[in-house]
């Protein structure tokens, strides 16, 4: 019940291309969905996060799409460029747990995204 | 200012040894972690820790100690080190369980040879 399953396991995409990133999730408790990006050698950096209340948030050009019927979520990255290179995770987590699920973050498997110039 | 900063970056330690990864954050964060990220670079949760109390232990061997000296540091203590444990272990810090997200150091390598 703790899944969250990602896909695709790594993307290659044009510039100017959109990258679309596919997460679901089993456990109906998460009440807050992050993506983090990750660049080789570093650690992970929260890129933007969405709360069930809401279909859609966008920041730039990254837009998370929230279906909680199906329980998916989705990472759009428009006119996608070189520098966003690098692998993406999406997460799942109910800050409002208590006991052992407090600010537990449990991670997709990321996606490896390629932008080619 | 580094926010969540860890030591060493590197690692490079024979099976059987201990060894120790620190951990200190100047977020005023109240919790603490300790993620392990694979080959396959999956993060799994280790540990936790909201104000000096141990909050997440996962299933993880014995011969692996967290330690909380204080709400702005945590280190790893790894005893009797296996080639399995070889992986990139990344501290982390958040508030509010989580909420804001986490703030992740740049991840310590260890490979047991």
């Known amino acids: 019940q703790q899944q969250v399953k990602q896909s695709p396991q790594s993307l290659i995409v044009q510039k100017g291309g959109i990258s679309i990133i596919n997460c679901a999730y089993e456990?109906?408790?998460?009440?807050?969905f992050p993506w983090y990006q990750q660049f080789p050698g570093k650690g992970p950096a929260l890129l933007i996060a969405i709360r069930p209340d809401v279909s859609e948030k966008k920041e730039g050009r990254f837009t998370i799409s929230f279906n909680k019927s199906a329980k998916q979520f989705s990472l759009h990255i428009m006119d996608s460029q070189p520098g966003d290179s690098a692998t993406y995770f999406c997460?799942?987590?109910?800050?409002?747990?208590?006991?052992?699920?407090?600010?537990?973050?449990?991670f997709g498997q990321g996606t490896i995204l390629t932008v080619h110039p | 200012d580094t926010a969540v900063s860890q030591t060493p970056k590197y690692l490079v330690t024979q099976m059987g040894n201990d060894k120790s990864i620190k951990c200190e954050q100047n977020l005023g964060h109240d919790t603490m972690y300790w993620y392990k990220q694979d080959s396959k670079k999956f993060l799994k949760i280790m540990f936790s820790?909201?104000?000096?109390?141990?909050?997440i232990n996962e299933t993880v061997p014995n011969r692996f100690s967290p330690k909380s000296p204080d709400k702005a540091h945590l280190n790893l203590h790894i005893n009797s080190l296996e080639l399995g444990d070889s992986a990139v272990y990344f501290c982390?810090?958040?508030?509010?369980?989580?909420?804001?997200?986490?703030?992740f150091g740049s991840g310590t390598r260890l490979t047991v040879v």
């Open positions: 820790y909201n104000n000096k109390e141990l909050i």
């Open positions: 456990n109906t408790a998460f009440d807050y």
């Open positions: 997460a799942a987590s109910n800050p409002n747990a208590g006991g052992t699920s407090y600010g537990k973050l449990t």
């Open positions: 982390a810090s958040s508030r509010a369980g989580g909420y804001y997200g986490y703030t």
